[in-house]
């Protein structure tokens, strides 16, 4: 658990402030994120970089709610984007286009027109045919792109496999052994010019050395281009440093920073870093209250009022979070729970086997909710997506309002 959520008493409270009574405020599900966990994470990576020129390109996809967009470009961040649609969300938020690199394999050219009009500052293209179509509608617009290629480095990330991505058998990136030909088609291109090289292997990292390892093959690749005259202005190495949910013990960030910085010594290139989960991770939680506890005939089920909609990673990754009553109680007895939403899947669980003293009415916080959380939220099972509340300064801000189930149809036509 992070020091920013933690016991007072009996209570779980987030800077002094009682979750349980954020719960009754605003209903559950319900995210809570904290203002200062999100800026000392900000801090903490941007301290940790401080000796070498860079850019923090906070990854929109791991929670992009526009209160948190607004905190991280107060703070000078940049922004790692994947669709246009956030892009849009990035403006919205007060966001500055010329710190946006425009990561993602399937980049269509209505969402090339869209980044270039705004002038971003980069594109990692991912493909041979993608650089061909960015150079098209450029070249349509009358505008330069610039570009890095994605390099896929073959390091093996050794995280779940539906996060690994930098491994030949993966749809990301360009393969290393291509990459040079390609950067030369690229220089070669009018309405494309070469700033850069990025690498993103996977997501939840919890070692140093695949970054190291990718790093690496990233400086021998751009050594390689500056013989053909291709010099690169910055090298962006992705994203990918994992957090805590149980027992993981990923690298601190100075210890990542540290690592990477020793492999990059002597070079002169601005570096750009893709963090999402790290920077956001354990800055969230989702309230949850317990409907009923049923005894089945094996287990012991609390169901809970938040379901695979509202945080899809245990259903598709088999992810762990863990579970805490945000009041403490000792007058009942401690069970094991499966703890599942309402769903109609089996899939549809929030944790296994978890020990718990609660009664119905409870309400629990799912702990490490603040990536990969919201933004991967659906309306399955016409739910509407939960409120969210971020607190500062000991105060509660409602930052995103419940839907409301008219709204889920409001675009639906009967024939
Ligand atoms: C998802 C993603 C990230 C962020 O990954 P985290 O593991 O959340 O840090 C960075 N870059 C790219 C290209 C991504 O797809």
Known sequence: MTPYFSYQQDQLC?????????????????????????????????????????????????????????????????????????????????????????????????????????????????????????????????????????????????????????????????????????????????????????????????????????????????????????????????????????????????????ALLAALAGRSERLIFEPGRRLVGNAGVLLTTIEYLKQGEEKSFALVDAAMNDLMRPALYDAYHAIQPVVSRSDVATAIYEVVGPVCETGDFIGHDRELAVAAGDVLAVMSAGAYGMSMSSNYNTRPRAAEVLVREGEAHLIRERETVRSLYANERVV
């Open 14 to 258: 987030v800077d002094d402030l009682p979750l349980v009574d954020i719960a009754q405020r605003y209903g559950t599900p319900c995210y809570v994120y904290s203002h200062a966990a999100l800026t000392a994470a900000y801090r903490e990576f941007a301290e940790a970089f401080k000796s070498r020129e860079h850019l923090i390109c906070y990854a929109v996809k791991a929670n992009p709610s526009l209160a948190i967009l607004n905190l991280f470009a107060r703070l000078g961040a940049g922004f790692d984007i994947v669709s246009g649609g956030e892009l849009q969300r990035v403006l919205a938020a007060g966001g500055a286009a010329n710190k946006v690199v425009f990561s993602g394999v399937g980049k269509s050219a209505a969402e090339m027109k869209l980044a270039l009009e705004a002038e971003i500052l980069c594109f990692n293209v991912e493909s041979a045919a993608e650089l061909e179509r960015l150079n098209e509608v450029a070249g349509s617009l009358g505008r330069v792109a610039p570009i890095s290629l994605r390099v896929n480095p073959n390091v093996d990330a050794k995280t779940h496999p539906y996060i690994s991505t930098g491994l030949k058998k993966n749809k990301f990136g360009v393969a290393y052994d291509e990459a040079r030909a390609l950067y030369r088609r690229a220089a070669a291109l009018p309405n494309i010019r070469v700033t850069g090289m990025d690498c993103h292997i996977g997501s939840q990292l919890t070692e140093v050395s695949p970054f190291v390892a990718a790093a690496e093959k990233v400086l021998a690749l751009a050594d390689q281009l500056a013989e053909d005259g291709i010099v690169l202005e910055h090298l962006d190495l992705g994203g990918g440093l994992g957090i805590c949910y149980n027992d993981e013990t990923p690298p601190s960030i100075a210890e990542y920073a540290q």
